[in-house]
Nanobody, 121 residues
């Protein structure tokens, strides 16, 4: 069984920084893309940033230049460094990863439980 566990959320004032981490564990054979999504109150979940197994990245326009996604393949971990945070960044942030478990022939999309980020003005 595969599990994603996030950490690093919290409350911060506008202009501050937070770093989110997400570690994958279980019977993992291979991890393809990993990413972060968020869901703000009253809004649908949206992509924040995504990184491929080859470390190619893409970002939502709203976070470009402020957020940086990275990964440590040896630790099956993805990070999101968030700088210059704004109140509109307030949301529940979810980790996502495309993982092939042992004894399977396909990648499946797994989700973490979510971590709250609150930015006050």
């Amino acid at each position: 069984q595969v599990q994603l566990v996030e950490s690093g959320g919290g409350s911060v004032q506008a202009g501050g920084s937070l770093r989110l981490s997400c570690s994958a564990s279980g019977s993992i054979f291979s991890i393809n893309a990993m990413g972060w999504y968020r869901r703000a109150p009253g809004k649908q979940r949206e992509l924040v940033a995504r990184i491929t197994s080859g470390s190619s990245t893409n970002y939502a326009d709203s976070v470009k230049g402020r957020f940086t996604i990275s990964r440590n393949n040896a630790k099956n971990t993805v990070y999101l460094q968030m700088n210059s945070l704004k109140p509109e960044d307030t949301a529940v942030y979810f980790c996502n990863a495309d993982i092939a478990a042992y004894n399977t022939n396909s990648y499946y999309s797994y989700w973490g439980q979510g971590t709250q980020v609150t930015v006050s003005s």
